[in-house]
């Protein structure tokens, strides 16, 4: 699809001046994000160098204390999301949110391919004003070159975090034979080595 090819130009033409203030970062710093089933995106960022920890949650919802199958309802608001600790000195913010859009489809509606419902839509909640603008710049430089298929993808600020059950966590690692790990968890893997090989923790 278009958005494979596009969003690699747009980080060339579009945002190098993004660098000065991801080197202002502490060591520490989070970045949250949702693209469908969060199994595949925690699996994809705890490979990634400078990446500290990867956890699978629930954000952006309206009721208090989510759980899995209340999120899977649709009801409570909530997504699908990682929490992503990492270190900006080993890995810039942009440089994850290329990765975050070369793993899942920014162009689909509350889906990622079979996975439907708003709780797999594709959302970015900024920690600080630097994330919004570089996401915002992203989303608003895509769209203008690619009119007849824009990122849908929501931008929004930080709001609570709930962790996920136990068992959702690590999930890829803790299940390589299960079915879905091998026919969509495994091909993001993938990807994101092939295209990113620099960056894949040693």
Not at 4 to 21: R, W
Not at 46 to 52: P, S
Not at 136 to 159: L, R
Not at 168 to 178: A, E, I, L
């Amino acid at each position: 699809m278009k958005w494979i090819f596009a969003h690699i130009a747009i980080f060339l033409f579009a945002g190098f001046n993004f660098y000065a203030g991801d080197k202002q970062m502490t060591n520490s710093e989070v970045a949250i994000f949702g693209g469908g089933c969060f199994w595949c995106i925690e699996a994809v960022f705890d490979r990634v160098e400078g990446v500290y920890k990867a956890e699978s949650g629930y954000a952006a919802g309206q009721t208090k204390d989510p759980d899995y199958r209340s999120v899977c309802s649709g009801l409570t608001g909530h997504a699908e999301v990682v929490r992503i600790e990492f270190d900006p000195n080993k890995v810039s913010y942009r440089e994850l949110l290329n990765i975050f859009f070369t793993i899942h489809d920014p162009t689909q509606l509350n889906r990622q391919g079979n996975d439907v419902g708003t709780q797999y839509r594709s959302i970015i909640i900024y920690q600080n004003d630097e994330q919004k603008k570089i996401a915002g710049d992203y989303k608003s430089v895509y769209n203008k070159v690619n009119k007849d298929e824009p990122m849908v993808t929501e931008i929004v600020p930080d709001t609570k975090f709930f962790i996920a059950e136990a068992y959702h966590q690590n999930y890829f690692d803790q299940n390589p034979g299960q079915g879905y790990c091998q026919a969509v968890i495994a091909p993001k893997v993938r990807k994101f080595i092939d295209t990113f090989g620099s960056k894949v923790k040693k």
